[in-house]
């Protein structure tokens, strides 16, 4: 089963099992990504971009 979770889950399930926020969001935000692009032929290209912009941006 497949169930999609939604940030309120995560931020929920972190405090009700004390465990790492940033952690588990980090998990939860590679999910969502790579079911955006598994499919796709220039996955690795496109998430090389955005890795360039989020550094050069230093956040």
Excluded: C, G
Excluded at 27 to 34: H, K, N
């Amino acid at each position: 089963m497949n169930v999609k979770q939604k940030k309120e889950q995560v931020l929920k399930l972190a405090r009700i099992l004390n465990a790492d926020l940033d952690e588990l969001l980090t998990f939860w935000l590679s999910d969502q990504i790579y079911e955006l692009v598994k499919n796709e032929k220039n996955a690795i290209q496109a998430l090389e971009i955005v890795k360039t912009e989020i550094t050069d941006k230093d956040i």
